[in-house]
Antibody
Framework: EVQLLESGGGLLQPGGSLRLSCVASGFTFSNYAMSWVRQAPGKGLEWVSTIANTGAYRYYADSVRGRFTISRDNSKNTLYLQMNSPRADDTAVYYC???????????????????WGQGTMVTVSS | DIQLTQSPSSLSASVGDRVTFTCRAS??????LNWYQKKPGRAPKLLIY???TLQGGVPSRFSGGRSGTDFTLTITSLQPEDFATYYC?????????FGPGTKVEVK
């Protein structure tokens, strides 16, 4: 069964730091681009960041560029999101998402997001 | 950046109704448009990719269409489990974006 399991969420203060993790299973992790998508309380879905299968390419939403860093360890089937200088408006459920490509394996630019984790809640508050 | 607008923001419907809602892109995105279903407390679910291709396991009452930069999601006979919020998302640009969503509520 294809599965994504996030961890690392919690309460952090503005200006602190936090690292989210996502362990993947049931598919060849190193063949797929991976992403983070978030949903703030009462708000819609917001794409945060995407990383290519090798880590060679990384894309960020304007709202997090320069503060968040996406990375991956293919030997551990794990995706990360390092959150630095968080703000109150970063409060959200963060989802780890697998990329889907129409032509099969999905190295850098997914056509869609097909497998989602259950999410981990991050609250930024003093 | 590519902007997506969805209309209506919400709609009230009954079981068995046919419902259609729209997603408009701010520029040409070819068929790089996907639809997701989101229920409270649940992870989003991919319904349609490439504007009109049904993801595996998704009921055939869901369908997607495109006319230029306007995209539609249609549910032909609304079922109780379909009350949810629906989001469109573009993958034309690597600055992936979601629309604001359309909430389908019980009339």
């Amino acid at each position: 069964e294809v599965q994504l399991l996030e961890s690392g969420g919690g309460l952090l203060q503005p200006g602190g730091s936090l690292r989210l993790s996502c362990v993947a299973s049931g598919f060849t992790f190193s063949n797929y681009a991976m992403s983070w998508v978030r949903q703030a309380p009462g708000k819609g879905l917001e794409w945060v960041s995407t990383i290519a299968n090798t880590g060679a390419y990384r894309y960020y939403a304007d709202s997090v560029r320069g503060r968040f860093t996406i990375s991956r360890d293919n030997s551990k089937n794990t995706l990360y999101l390092q959150m630095n200088s968080p703000r109150a408006d970063d409060t959200a459920v963060y989802y780890c998402v697998k990329g889907y490509c129409i032509n099969g394996v999905c190295y850098s630019h997914p056509d869609a997001f097909d497998i989602w984790g259950q999410g981990t809640m991050v609250t930024v508050s003093s | 950046d590519i902007q997506l607008t969805q209309s209506p923001s919400s709609l009230s419907a009954s079981v068995g109704d046919r419902v259609t809602f729209t997603c408009r892109a701010s520029q040409n995105i070819d068929n790089s448009l996907n639809w997701y279903q989101k229920k409270p407390g649940r992870a989003p679910k991919l319904l349609i990719y490439g504007a009109s291709t049904l993801q595996g396991g998704v009921p055939s009452r869901f369908s997607g269409g495109r006319s230029g930069t306007d995209f539609t999601l249609t549910i032909t006979s609304l079922q109780p489990e379909d009350f949810a919020t629906y989001y469109c998302q573009q993958s034309f640009s690597t600055l992936f974006t979601f629309g604001p969503g359309t909430k389908v509520e019980v009339k």
